[in-house]
């Protein structure tokens, strides 16, 4: 549709391609979710400033660990405390 | 679409991981409320501010929605633009109407940017304004602004802001907006319904979302959710909704936590809680009482 | 063949309204201005009659009124507004992002002074204040070339190869004021001249981000291209005028009248009628003119080229430039000739300010002024305030 000119123009036209940017390196702890506990209701999820919480293939609540800064959010509002912050090994 | 649970709004994504927001960002968290439950087809603009600088970097853009940033004072006038060229280009055949949404900071609301959004919302343009209010210029570092509460120390206000915040929703009604309300990112199910509600409605809208900032307001990223929470519990932030002039009070708190709850948590608010300043939190909790009574009133006044 | 459809009596003002609603602009951002206003009165007028398919959207400001032009045109549509003085002022700041995010947006400035003292009456110190905000700068002498003009300011700034903004400069009230018959071309033969061409746009369907930040990394880089766009826009106009359809209306970057004289009179906008007539019926023959239509790009090679037998330069700005060795137009001109290691005799002379109006007895006097230092006084740069001082 629209023409994208072979001008040098400040427009990216790659959408989101922020996810290609790796900011694990900015975490100092580290979230992790205990299996048994989860129902991967999705709370972390939309509580997530990244977003860095996904569902995989079978439906099961992920971190998506290149892109989580490790605030730490989705530890503290976990309604079953299924996540719980551990020290990143420096 | 009424949003009843969260697999209503898993993969609309509409920012991408990998910005540049700080740890525990409650903007973002807003914002990517506001973009989960947003309809498309929709266009973004944004003014200068925290959220433009997090998610642009040349080559890169968190954005996975067609989005714009002109300059800080003036995102209502550039939604303006491109929601009336857009009824003429539909109108020729050669283009199609898009939801227009805003998604401003306080400091872009609020003061630089109050003339142009007060132009556009007395023109009547078919647009939703968001505003995500981290209560100062976090971007530049913590200065004041109008959205700032009494009291909090800011890089400008170090002796603490002697001002009340400016009633920035009163204005937007004054301006015959058929629905202005305010939210919180920890309410995710009253938040994103009234993006829905206020995006169905034909012309100009206002959202007022409370976004709490770790960095600016001195407390640990984990507590954002919590800090959104308190706000609302405590009466600081209410939780409400006017529609064609009539309020409703959707979270009525009858029994308010204390605010020093949500003020011990902030360093921003330290000195407040000193016994020699006793006058000072006096004058804040007058502040949270004479709003929520005005806000009673009016929703008893025009029920809805 | 270009089809001459009639001529209208039309002031500079509606002459550019008129080109404007040819054009089949979709999109009109204003906010009412001294000289300008008329433009934007007489588009609402197309617009509400239905002669004009548009939106026009009256803001509360003109910092507002050129930002909704950038969402507009990044919408996709043609877009239009104009201003004068203290409203280009106020533009400023989004001059240089209009040109920087690549919208062509082509915009009327009936030139006026700036405060203070307030002064609603022409001269060029608003445009010239703007001249590095990036757009191409061009100035009309007489309502037909602003009809002319800003019809083919479109098809420039709209080419794939440039995306830039267009000024389009009329002297406030002498210009913009002054009626006199203009030759229009009919609707048709205007739309086939100005076909619509794609170009970036925000849509859902293709979701890309403009005006994203640049570090030291990329900004750099982004500027020097801006800045070869508008140099292209010297060689893209050729093309563009080129195409036309009016002959006698296009676009050129200077015209030369008095071929042979020696001594070179150059101005901008309408004072060069006025220069003109002298020349003509004073029997001025030692003196040519050379009347610039596009200031920026600045047309240096061709204005070197006018000036190959040329003895000095008369170089008349409307505008200062306090604190600065020369005024805008006489630094270009001085630059031009520089480059080219040509060391000619050079009078600046600033005229004009806040509207005082160049008579024919001020420009006899310039001239004999002229022909006295340059005869007999040989190389260097003379300053002259003409008409300072009771007029």
């Not at chain 3, 004999?368 to 003379?382: L, T």
Request: hydrophobic share 40%; glycine share 8%; proline share 6%.
């Amino acid at each position: 549709m629209s023409r994208r000119p072979e001008l040098l123009i400040p427009i990216v036209f790659e959408a989101g391609n922020t996810a290609k940017r790796n900011v694990a390196s900015w975490r100092s702890n580290r979230p992790l979710i205990e299996r048994g506990l989860c129902t991967n209701c999705l709370i972390c999820w939309i509580y997530c400033p990244e977003p860095a919480i996904y569902l995989d293939d079978a439906g099961n609540v992920q971190i998506d660990y290149d892109h989580c800064k490790g605030c730490g959010i989705c530890a503290e509002e976990c309604p079953r405390k299924a996540i719980r912050m551990v020290v990143e090994n420096v | 679409m009424q949003v009843s649970k969260l697999a209503d709004l898993y993969g609309r994504e509409g920012l991408s991981p990998g910005h540049s927001a700080c740890q525990g960002c409650g903007a973002t968290i807003a914002v990517r409320q506001v973009l989960l439950a947003a309809e498309p087809p929709y266009i973004v603009v944004s003014p200068t501010g925290c959220l433009e600088v997090i998610s642009t970097p040349y080559p890169f853009t968190a954005w996975r929605v067609p989005w714009v940033h002109v300059a800080f004072e003036n995102a209502a006038a550039v939604a303006s633009g491109i929601e009336a060229a857009l009824k003429v280009l539909e109108r020729k055949g050669v283009g199609r109407r898009h939801k227009v949404i805003v998604i401003a900071g306080d400091g872009g609301t609020f003061d630089i940017g109050l003339q142009a959004l007060s132009g556009a919302f007395e023109r009547g343009h078919n647009i939703l304004y968001v505003c995500y209010d981290n209560e100062a210029y976090m971007n530049t570092g913590i200065q004041r602004s109008a959205a700032t509460p009494p009291g909090s120390i800011t890089t400008t206000t170090p002796a603490g802001k002697r001002e009340r915040k400016k009633d920035i929703v009163s204005i937007l009604v004054g301006h015959g907006s058929p629905y202005v309300a305010t939210a919180s990112p920890h309410l995710w199910k009253d938040l994103t319904n009234k993006v829905r509600k206020a995006q169905s409605i034909e012309g100009p809208t206002f959202l007022h979302i409370i976004a709490p900032c770790p960095r600016g307001w001195y407390f640990e990223p984990h507590l954002t959710i919590k800090l959104a929470k308190l706000a609302v519990e405590t009466r600081i932030f209410p939780i409400y909704e006017v529609e064609n002039g009539r309020y409703r009070i959707n979270y009525l708190i009858t029994r308010p936590r204390p605010v020093e709850d949500y003020l011990r948590v902030q360093n921003r608010f330290a000195y407040l809680l000193k016994p020699e300043n006793a006058a000072l939190l006096e004058e804040f909790k007058r502040w949270v009482e004479e709003r929520w009574s005005q806000l009673l009133k009016m929703a008893g006044a025009f029920p809805a | 063949m270009y089809s001459l459809s009639s001529y209208r009596l039309m002031t500079g003002n509606e002459a550019a309204a008129f080109a404007v609603k040819q054009a089949d602009v979709d999109f009109i951002s204003a906010y009412p201005i001294t000289p300008q206003t008329i433009i934007v009165e007489r588009l609402s007028e197309y617009v509400s009659s239905g002669e004009l398919d548009a939106e026009f959207v009256p803001v509360e400001s003109e910092h507002s009124a050129l930002s909704a032009c950038i969402g507009a045109s990044l919408a996709g549509a043609r877009v239009f507004t104009s201003t004068s003085s203290q409203g280009l002022a106020l533009m400023h700041e989004i001059l240089y992002i209009a040109s920087g995010m690549r919208c062509p947006i082509v915009m009327a400035v009936a030139n006026r002074a700036l405060s203070a003292p307030l002064n609603i009456h022409g001269d060029h110190s608003d445009i010239m204040g703007s001249r590095d905000a990036g757009w191409v700068l061009v100035f009309c002498e007489n309502p037909q070339e602003v009809y002319d003009y800003t019809i083919q300011a479109f098809r420039l700034a709209e080419h794939p190869d440039i995306l830039l903004p267009v000024a389009v400069n009329l002297d406030g009230f002498t210009v913009s004021h002054s009626s006199e018959p203009v030759s229009i071309l009919e609707d048709g033969v205007v739309r086939s001249y100005l076909p619509r061409r794609e170009r970036p746009r925000l849509d859902f369907e293709e979701p890309a981000s403009f005006g994203v930040f640049a570090l030291p990394t990329h900004y750099f880089e982004f500027k020097v291209e801006q800045e070869k766009a508008l140099r292209r826009a010297g060689e893209v106009l050729e093309e563009v005028s080129a195409a036309y359809p009016n002959r006698a209306g296009r676009l050129v970057k200077l015209s030369k009248f008095n071929e042979d004289g020696r001594i070179a009179i150059i101005c901008l906008g309408g004072t060069a009628g006025t220069v003109r007539h002298v020349l003509k019926h004073y029997d001025m023959k030692d003196f040519s003119l050379i009347s610039l239509k596009l200031f920026s790009p600045f047309p240096a090679e061709g204005l070197l080229d006018a000036l190959n037998e040329a003895e000095g330069v008369v170089v008349m700005d409307r505008a200062t430039s306090p604190g600065a060795p020369l005024p805008p137009l006489a630094s270009n001109v001085a630059a031009s000739l520089y480059e080219a290691g040509a060391r000619l005799p050079l009078m600046s002379v600033v005229y004009g300010l806040g509207g005082r109006e160049p008579t024919l007895k001020m420009i006899v006097e310039m001239l004999e002024k002229a022909r006295e230092r340059m005869i007999r006084g040989g190389p260097g740069v003379s300053r002259m305030y003409l008409g300072y001082g009771g007029g």
